[in-house]
């Protein structure tokens, strides 16, 4: 395990490296860096500073200013080698999961490794949060999935960790939410042939949905829930919408999460598809 980890991690920094040294690649990366600075600052999110993503994408930049300074940019490109190698390192975990051999587990991670590299380099090469949630998303599936075959106490564990997961992923980026939609789904059917019962059921709903309450709470004590809300759910419907109203808009907020998840994020999912053909 720790050799093919070593492995995609050099693969992963072979693919990426001539994006590493180059400056910001598209407007996202300087909004993110800037709210980062201004955090670090002592700016107040969705009240002095405002944007319409969740928090942690603007936390984990004021990480990379921290670290970096004036060079944050370099930093953060530098972390998506270590989201997207730990990424690639979960789906051959999934593939393992799912029955299949080493060498099959392998290959899906260095189909994810090299895809998520493949594109424009203002999408791909990006420090972007479609690689950032990447991460917790495998997760949570991959606990998910382990959840099924473990004991009382370790498939609470494994619940539990892949709802914490789901929301993480939530928290960087909004049209994540349907992955603990499918994610439920899959443990309704679980429950159907008796692999799940209905405390995993309760508990990943509890995992899940905590730290975003938690997160309410703190917003409504510091007198920023309302301004949380308008930025995060009513400003970003706003951005989904265009200039489309009633049916028409539900559509176009279909079609761009469908977009995002299943042509922008191909990279994860197509390398488990073809790994369960093989």
């Known amino acids: 395990a720790i050799p093919a980890a070593i492995l995609l991690l050099v693969i992963t920094t072979i693919v990426r490296f001539p994006s590493l040294f180059v400056g ?7 909004y993110y860096a800037t709210i980062g600075q201004r955090l670090l600052e002592g700016g107040i999110l969705y009240s002095t500073i405002v944007d319409h993503k969740p928090p942690l994408v603007y936390y984990l930049y004021s990480l990379f200013v ?10 953060a490109h530098f972390a998506m080698i270590v ?8 789906i051959a975990t999934i593939v393992r999961n799912l029955g299949k051999n080493a060498k099959v587990a392998l290959l899906a991670a260095v189909l994810y490794a090299v895809g998520s590299a493949l594109g424009k380099p203002n999408d791909v090469a990006a420090a972007n949060s479609e690689l950032m949630f990447n991460l917790p998303i495998a997760l949570g599936i991959l606990f998910a999935i382990k959840s099924l075959n473990a004991e009382d106490k370790r498939k609470y564990f494994y619940v539990c960790i892949s709802g914490l997961a789901a929301a993480i992923a939530a928290l960087i980026k909004q049209q994540t939410a349907v992955v603990p939609v499918m994610t439920l789904v899959y443990f309704l059917l679980a ?13 990943y709903l509890t995992s899940l949905s905590l730290p975003i309450l938690a997160l309410g709470v703190l917003c409504f004590k510091s007198g920023r829930l309302h301004d949380a809300w308008y930025w995060t759910v009513a400003v970003n419907s706003l951005y989904v919408q265009g200039h489309e109203q009633g049916f028409q808009m539900f559509i176009r907020g279909v079609k761009q999460t469908m977009y ?6 191909s990279a994860m999912w197509m390398p488990v598809i073809c790994s369960l053909a093989l």
């Open 24 to 30: 910001f690649y598209n407007p996202d990366e300087t």
């Open 260 to 265: 995002m998840l299943f042509l922008e994020e």
């Open 191 to 203: 429950y159907q042939k008796r692999t799940a019962n209905i405390t995993s059921i309760f508990l």
């Open 66 to 75: 921290m670290v970096g300074g004036q060079n944050a940019i370099i930093v």
């Open 83 to 90: 989201f997207i190698s730990s990424t690639a390192v979960t």
